[in-house]
Structure formats: structure tokens, C-alpha cells
């Protein structure tokens, strides 16, 4: 059965059972029908999130066509909550962009997934669409005072570095040119487009406290200069109100169920490899308010949602994780290890052999945070023992817990082996979580760290525009702000064709962004895009709706 046709199958609870069965008051929750809550922020406790056990999946670094991190965080969830464990998964939520075009929804898999999942990967409550709207708001705003005639504050129009948003693939709209048609149109000048979840705004959103410290962010997001050279925010257009009105039901973390009925809490998507990777702050916070035990995902490998997790929104938000689990799998082993794509099915216990040395590198990434992670390893079907034992090796060799998980195919059942195994890790207290730079440091030294200690660079190089934006940074006073590195998730290194564990290599750093709303900085490394482009064959082709409502393709 396709995973769609699996979760039609599921038994579900009407989210007033959910609500009920988290301590929560029907009547002080919004309801979205008969599947979907959202939760209001005073119920954030700070004196229950000392008590929980924080629990981070990240992975190594997947196939394209990722390695199930949702899904083993929504099968460990299910695991733990078997084991007696008051468990919450709290997840991302997917963005339209890869549902239509390659790798699909964001809800897991087989019979680890969360309910409803056609409407969590279409639309869901409307978060997106608010975070576009709260966007190009402050756009239309740019433009408009461009065009002003008593109120233009001096705009240089050639510096404005605010795109638009959309929520879809569409690679004709990264580079645009607006306000032709004459001078009732507006000033023309180039511009573009970013997909919703590489906007500020989702940055923002997932970094935010309250609506208070969402409006005073979205104030200080960062515009352009004047022509004498005063650099111009949101709040002196006097935007940020408007957009935080926009936002005041889409700050509200979303209450849904997972395939066993346990609590799931989904909310914010930004991408890990152009933004931080990360659901919200409030979300996990309400996590740990709600649950004893919180486990949460970071996208693509540990050199990218974890480590800006790790670095970023730990440090901003005062949390610190107690167990981290790594997830692999043999077909990723595989893949870094030389062999083709097509292959991957093949038994091949060599190939997973060749490949170690990427799980070796993610292993030691996780450890310069002072955490010893779980191996988490994702079973699929064409795995063979040969295989698996390649990879139980190499954690007995190198002081690692290591697990099989079943839970694509078993759901909770198929990952107990994984659960106890984590739990044996918090039951030893030996996490000792700290960042590995100070937020302090120079900006340079900041990347250069992350560069040398996580991808495994010799170096860092800047072109002409970094070095120009290093200088802009510093004379904004922003040297003090965290670094979100844009770079692929396809290999450690800027270069997506480098696999396994490179050496020797570079990171070359063309740009870098000034995210000063979301309180940190985004170099981008190499050739990276933030407006994806629809592949060859877009999934859209396969998906489809009857007259009844029901839908098909989604997966």
C-alpha cells in the first residue's frame, strides 16, 4: 500500500480526545474541524521544560530522496509512548514546493506517519499562506514608498534586498524585474523570488517568544540604505504592526495525532539547507510543556539542522537537548560509498563499508556538541544482515549505541529496540551540551568554525560581495549575530558532487544576507538556490482529486 492508502486505513481520534488526553482546555483551543487544534502560547511552562527530556534526529547525509528522519522521530515517538513514556513528536511543517515536485509530502511514512496528511500537506492550517501574505506586505510597502512622492524616505531602490514569496517551485520567478508599465507603476528595478520557506518571515516566526518579540523581529528586518547611505527596517516603514496582525493566529503551534493516536505537535517549515531547518520555538516548548519526553527533527544532515539547532536556536531559546539520535541508512551507506542511484537495491555489504566514513564524520560532528548520539538504523526492505552488521561494527568500535528501527513497516512496534537503547543513553546523564562557537566571535571566525569542524574544510574563501557585505555587517553592528550557512545537503562540502567524507576542499562564500529580524546572518556557499525549480516529471502529474473529495498521488 502507498503511504496515503495507509493512512486512510488509520483509526482517528477527533482532536477533542487529543486535546483532553494533553491537559489542555477544549474551550481555550481553536479548533480547524474534526482533525486539527491550535494552541494558544500561555500554556508554555518554563518550570516543566527544565523536567523534559529534549530528544534531537538529524541524520547523515541522505539520497535525494531523504533518509526518514520524520519518519523515525514519529516512530520512536510511538515506541517511547508504548514503553509507558509520555512522549510528543514536534515536526515541520512541509511546504508545497517539494509535495509537487520531487521529494513529497513531510508527514513520514508507511505506518509512521501523522494524521490527517492530505491536509497537513496541502494548505493545513494556513500558516504558510499567512507568512507569504505578512511577506509581500512589507514588499508592496518597499515598492509603494519607492513610488511616494511626500512620504519616500530616500529608498535607494538598487539596494532593496527584500524579495517575494511563494510556496511552490517555479524557477522563472527567481529573477524578475518590476514596476514597468510607466510611472503609475512604480519604480523599476530588479528583484525576485524565495520560496515561503526560505522567507525572514519563517525565520522569524520559528525564533519568535511571544507576538510582542514577533512584532519588535519582524521591525528590525533589514531593507536596503537610503541613497545617502542610512540603512532602512521594516519598522521605519512602519510595516511590522500590520504584518504581525497577519501572523497572530499562524504563531499558534497546530495539534494533530499521530497513526497510534499519541499527540503531534507540527508547526513552521523552513528549509535546513537555505534556512535553519528547525520547527518553532513556542512549539517545542510546548513539547516539552505537555510531554516528559520531546522528540523533535532537523532537516537533512547534522552539518546542517543540527548543527544550526545545535548553534542557533538552542542557544537563542536557553534549551538543551539530552539524547540525539543519529539516523542512517544502508542505501544513503551506499550512496556515499560510490554507488549509483539506480544500484542502491543491490546487496552490497562493501559499498556500506566505503560509505562509513560519512557516518564517521556526522558521529564526530554531533560529539564537538558534547553529546554521544543513538545510531539510528532506518530499515528498508532490500537491507540485508551482511549489511547491517557493517554498520552495528563500526558503533561498537567506536563506543556508539546503534539500533534498528522498523517503523516504517511496523510503526511503534518496529522501534522499540531503538527506544530502549535511548533511553539507556538518558538513564547514563552523560550529555554535556555546548555550542561550539560563542555568538561573540567575529563573523569570519564563526563560519571558519563551522567550516573546518563540521563540513571538514581546509578553509573559507570570499568573494569581492561577501567581502563588501562583511564590511556592511560590521559597520550595522551586527557582528554579534549567529551564521545559518546556505549550502547544499547533498554533500559535506559546497560542492553536491563531493560524497562521502571529502578532504582537501574549500568552502567558498559568494554572499552573505542579513537576516537581522530573525537575529542571524546567511553566507551562502557555492551554487545554492532559494527558489527551487520543478523537476522533469513533477509529482503534481500523479496527484488528483475525485468527485467525493478523495484525494490520490499525494504519495
Known amino acids: 500500500m502507498t503511504d496515503l492508502q495507509i493512512a486512510s486505513q488509520a483509526k482517528r481520534k477527533h482532536i477533542q480526545t487529543i486535546i483532553e488526553n494533553v491537559g489542555l482546555k477544549i474551550n481555550d483551543v481553536d479548533l480547524y474541524g474534526r482533525y486539527k487544534a491550535k494552541i494558544p502560547l500561555h500554556y508554555i511552562d518554563k518550570k516543566k521544560i527544565k523536567k523534559n527530556n529534549l530528544i534531537l534526529v538529524t541524520a547523515t547525509s541522505p539520497t535525494p530522496a531523504g533518509e526518514g528522519k520524520t519518519t523515525m522521530s514519529i516512530g520512536l515517538t510511538e515506541a517511547l509512548n508504548k514503553l509507558g513514556k509520555n512522549t510528543i513528536v514536534v515536526l515541520r511543517e512541509p511546504s508545497l514546493g517539494p509535495v509537487f515536485g520531487i521529494k513529497g509530502g513531510a508527514t513520514g511514512g508507511g505506518f509512521s506517519q501523522v494524521l490527517p496528511l492530505e491536509d497537513i500537506n496541502l494548505h493545513f492550517t494556513g500558516d504558510f499562506a499567512s507568512i507569504a501574505d505578512?511577506?509581500?506586505?512589507?514588499?508592496?510597502?518597499?515598492?509603494?514608498?519607492?513610488?511616494?512622492?511626500?512620504?519616500?524616505l530616500g529608498i535607494d531602490p538598487r539596494t532593496v534586498v527584500w524579495k517575494r514569496v511563494l510556496d511552490m517551485n517555479d524557477r522563472a520567478l527567481r529573477n524578475i524585474v518590476v514596476g514597468l508599465g510607466g510611472t503609475a507603476n512604480g519604480v523599476p528595478r530588479e528583484t525576485g523570488f524565495d520560496i515561503t520557506a526560505a522567507s525572514e518571515i519563517m525565520a522569524i516566526l520559528c525564533l519568535a517568544e511571544d507576538l510582542a518579540d514577533l512584532k519588535r523581529r519582524l521591525g528590525n528586518i533589514f531593507i536596503g540604505f537610503t541613497y545617502d547611505k542610512k540603512p532602512i527596517y521594516a519598522r521605519d516603514l512602519k510595516a511590522n504592526g500590520a504584518m504581525a496582525a497577519l501572523l497572530k493566529e499562524a504563531i499558534k503551534p497546530n495539534l494533530v495525532q499521530t497513526m497510534e493516536g499519541n499527540p503531534a505537535i507540527i508547526h513552521c517549515g523552513p528549509f535546513a539547507n537555505i534556512a535553519q531547518g528547525t520547527n518553532s520555538v513556542v512549539a517545542t516548548r510546548l513539547g516539552m510543556t505537555l510531554g516528559d519526553y520531546t522528540v523533535t527533527e532537523a532537516g537533512f544532515g547534522a552539518d546542517l539542522g543540527a548543527e544550526k539547532f545545535l548553534n542557533i536556536k538552542c542557544v537563542a531559546a536557553g534549551l538543551k537537548p539530552k539524547a540525539i539520535v543519529l539516523n542512517t541508512t544502508i542505501r544513503a551507506l551506499k550512496y556515499h560509498g560510490g554507488i549509483d542511484l539506480k544500484s542502491l537495491k543491490v546487496p552490497n555489504a562493501a559499498a556500506v563499508r566505503s560509505g562509513l566514513p560519512n557516518l564517521e564524520k556526522h558521529l564526530e560532528n554531533i560529539r564537538h556538541f558534547g553529546i554521544n548520539p543513538v545510531i539510528a538504523i532506518n530499515k528498508f526492505v532490500a537491507d540485508t544482515e551482511e549489511e547491517i552488521e557493517v554498520i552495528r561494527q563500526f558503533a561498537e568500535a567506536n563506543g556508539v549505541r546503534v539500533a534498528v528501527a522498523e517503523v516504517w513497516e511496523k510503526g511503534g512496534e518496529g522501534g522499540i529496540e531503538l527506544a530502549k537503547e535511548l533511553l539507556a543513553s538518558l538513564d547514563e546523564n552523560s550529555a554535556d551540551f555546548k555550542p561550539i562557537y560563542d555568538w561573540e566571535m567575529d563573523v569570519e571566525s564563526k563560519i571558519e568554525t563551522i567550516a573546518k569542524k563540521i563540513y571538514g574544510a581546509e578553509g573559507v574563501e570570499y568573494s569581492t560581495i561577501a567581502r563588501r557585505n562583511l564590511k556592511?555587517?560590521?559597520?550595522?553592528?551586527?557582528?554579534?549575530?549567529?551564521?545559518c550557512i546556505a549550502k547544499t545537503?547533498?554533500?559535506?562540502?559546497d560542492d553536491p558532487k563531493l560524497l562521502g567524507r571529502p578532504s582537501g576542499f574549500v568552502i567558498n562564500i559568494r554572499e552573505i544576507e542579513i537576516a537581522s529580524g530573525a537575529g542571524f546572518l546567511i553566507p551562502i556557499a557555492g551554487n545554492i538556490m532559494r527558489m527551487p525549480g520543478l523537476p522533469a516529471t513533477p509529482a503534481s502529474e500523479l496527484i488528483d482529486i475525485d468527485n467525493e473529495g478523495n484525494i490520490t498521488g499525494l504519495f
Not at 489 to 493: E, G, P, Y
Open 489 to 493: 545537503q547533498k554533500s559535506l562540502s
Open 134 to 152: 505578512a511577506h509581500n506586505l512589507l514588499a508592496a510597502v518597499i515598492d509603494n514608498n519607492l513610488q511616494s512622492k511626500t512620504r519616500n
Open 472 to 483: 556592511s555587517i560590521s559597520e550595522l553592528g551586527l557582528n554579534g549575530l549567529p551564521v
